[in-house]
């Protein structure tokens, strides 16, 4: 399932389980190392070519 939201604010809160997170322009997201999960649902939004 993929939906859309919007948040009340842009404060981000990660867990130890996590090194560091980013902001960044769908053209960008090619460039990362993304988890074929998480590959599929950009497309599926049309971020990243399918």
């Known amino acids: ?4 939201c919007h948040a009340a604010n842009r404060d981000v809160v ?4 996590f090194d560091e997170f ?8 090619a460039g ?3 988890n074929a999960a998480t ?3 950009f497309a ?3 971020f990243l070519p399918e």
Do not use: H, N, Q
């Open 1 to 4: 399932m993929i939906f859309d």
């Open 14 to 17: 990660i867990s130890e389980e």
């Open 32 to 34: 990362y190392d993304l």
């Open 44 to 46: 599926a939004k049309g």
């Open 22 to 29: 980013a902001w960044v322009r769908p053209e960008e997201l």
């Open 39 to 41: 590959k599929v649902t």
